[in-house]
Every structure is written in structure tokens, then in C-alpha cells.
């Protein structure tokens, strides 16, 4: 039997009468996250833990003018977008004051005319994907934020069940003056960003 008592951080803590111990409760799925002989230090655990539940964005820039020549003046092409996705809730500070975002590459899109034959654009994909060469840029998270949603460049929120699967360590993301993450959480961070860039080119929204 068990009695539901508050709710700290959105997390429950309940008393376990059966068992004797208080336990620190997921509301949604109700799985037992951790469990103490006293109240008070499972309000204290329940405190210093924070769901991170991701943000991801997705930052669209056309950069056809940085292009070769030949790529650029190519008749079938529009234009040609880089696509990069963070998570905004993720911001690191480098060598300035205000913070930025960790950008991740995706890839190059191009937006090419609608009577584009079937083999050149097999030929042009071919020629971006030879030239991906990055791996992921930093931007000032003030630039960022001030970006309208439209148009071009702009931002695109990046709705995927594979945030929603996820859930991070209790730990600070907001860390300055290059200290490291822990390690657990890097490890973490990056494996989601990786699955989250897969999901995006599973099913491209851009």
C-alpha cells in the first residue's frame, strides 16, 4: 500500500507502508526512481533532480553563395540550405560572456525546380554528400533567440518521440569557461544527438 504525499520537480514522493521506505515516483509511467528509510532525504534527492526533457530546434541557413561555382550556377538548382539541430536547452560558454548553442550538422538540402529529371538529381545529391565535410558549428544563443520562425534562415522546432524517450542525468547544462561535463552525461548527450540527427534523416521535415 502506498500513500501519495507531494510532488517535488515533478517527480512523486510517496510512502511505501508495505515496505517501509519512501519512494521517489516517475508520474507518468510510475516507475520507482530511487528509494530512502527517511522522508526528508527523499525530498532532498527529489530536489536536486531535474527532468531534462529536450528541446531540439532545427537551424535552416541557405548558404548556396559559399558553394562552388559550378554547384551553385547549376540550372537545377535553387538553392541550397544547411541544416543543423541543437537541443535549447543545451548552451556551453567558449571563449565569450553569453552562452551558445552546440550545433550539430545534419546535412546540405538542395531545393531544386520541380522538372529536375530523376538522374540529375541523384547527380546532385551525389555532389553534396562528397562535399559534407562538417561536423558542427557553435552560435550565440542571443543571435539565435532573436531569429523569426520565416523566413529564411530560421528556426523549425523539431517534434520527434525520440526526445520524449530519453532522460537525462541530474547535472547543470549551463557550465562555463570551458569546464568539462561529466563524462556520464557527455557520453548521454551525444548519443542522443547522434539518434536524433538519424530520426530527422529517417523522416526530413525540411
Known sequence: MTTTVETINNLVIRKNK???VWEVVEPVNGKVMEEFSRHRDAQRWAKKTKDWVPDLWLYVRDDTEYWRDDIKNDPNIIKILSIYIFDRRFKIHLCSLTPSYDMWFVEHKPILRDDTPDAEIDRIDMLLMEADG???????????DR???SPKPHLVRFETDIAKSWKFPYWECDYSFGAETPDEYNNLYHEFMEDSIDGYRANPEI
Not at 134 to 144: K, L, R
Open 18 to 20: 508495505e515496505n517501509k
Open 147 to 149: 531569429m523569426p520562425t
Open 134 to 144: 562538417e561536423s558542427g558549428t557553435y552560435y550565440d544563443c542571443y543571435g539565435i
